[in-house]
Antibody, heavy 120, light 108 residues
Framework: QVQLVQSGSELKKPGASVKISCKASGYTFTSYAMDWVRQAPGQGLEWMGWINTNTGNPTYAQGFTRRFVFSLDTSVTTAYLQISSLKAEDTAVYYC?????????????WGRGTLVTVSS | SYELTQPPSVSVSPGQTARITCSGDALPKKYAYWYQQKSGQAPVVVIYEDSKRPSGIPERFSGSSSGTMATLAISGAQVDDEAGYYCFSTDSSGNQVVFGGGSKLTVL
């Protein structure tokens, strides 16, 4: 079954770090790039960036260049998002999304999202 | 930074046609994509490359684009179509990827 399975909800204190996983199955992991999308409570979708699953090279959107790190472990077909120095405003659902191949691409497969709550 | 502008809300009666617009300066050159997000769920693409419909998406969903505006139309809207709808595209260079602010569709 083609799917992306994300890790469970996290409750963290300000200043801590969190690492979210996104395990892909049912397709060739390195054939599709992986993107990350954030959605704050009651807000819209915000594109965070993507990672090339062949090279491991990440690209970050504006506003996600300092405390956010995309990584991979191709041996277990899993993508990761790590956020350091967590702030209250990082409270959100974080989605991984598979990018279709080709010049004109979109997200054709999404994880169910991981809720990260940052609170003291 | 590049922006895509959508109306915050659209409301129609069941059976009517709902139209959700998305405006952006690069849309004459770049495709628009539309995602549907129901409450508590991950988004799902309903239209890609301006007007193409993925398999499994009902025919009542259609998309078009003219000039700086893309439009998602839902003909014969149903209560089950109530959701947030987000347009998605890039700036003219292709480097900046953005979602529109989202439009909440109410069918009642």
């Amino acid at each position: 079954q083609v799917q992306l399975v994300q890790s469970g909800s996290e409750l963290k204190k300000p200043g801590a770090s969190v690492k979210i996983s996104c395990k892909a199955s049912g397709y060739t992991f390195t054939s599709y790039a992986m993107d990350w999308v954030r959605q704050a409570p009651g807000q819209g979708l915000e594109w965070m960036g993507w990672i090339n699953t062949n090279t491991g090279n990440p690209t970050y959107a504006q506003g996600f260049t300092r405390r956010f790190v995309f990584s991979l472990d191709t041996s277990v077909t899993t993508a990761y998002l790590q956020i350091s120095s967590l702030k209250a405003e990082d409270t959100a659902v974080y989605y991984c999304a598979r990018r279709t191949s080709g010049v004109y691409w979109h997200f054709d497969l999404w994880g169910r999202g991981t809720l990260v709550t940052v609170s003291s | 930074s590049y922006e895509l502008t959508q109306p915050p809300s659209v409301s129609v009666s069941p059976g009517q046609t709902a139209r959700i617009t998305c405006s952006g300066d690069a849309l004459p050159k770049k495709y628009a994509y539309w995602y549907q997000q129901k409450s508590g769920q991950a988004p799902v693409v309903v239209i890609y490359e301006d007007s193409k419909r993925p398999s499994g998406i009902p025919e009542r969903f259609s998309g078009s684009s003219s000039g700086t505006m893309a439009t998602l139309a839902i003909s014969g809207a149903q209560v089950d179509d109530e959701a947030g709808y987000y347009c998605f595209s890039t700036d003219s260079s292709g480097n900046q990827v953005v979602f529109g602010g989202g439009s909440k569709l109410t069918v009642l």
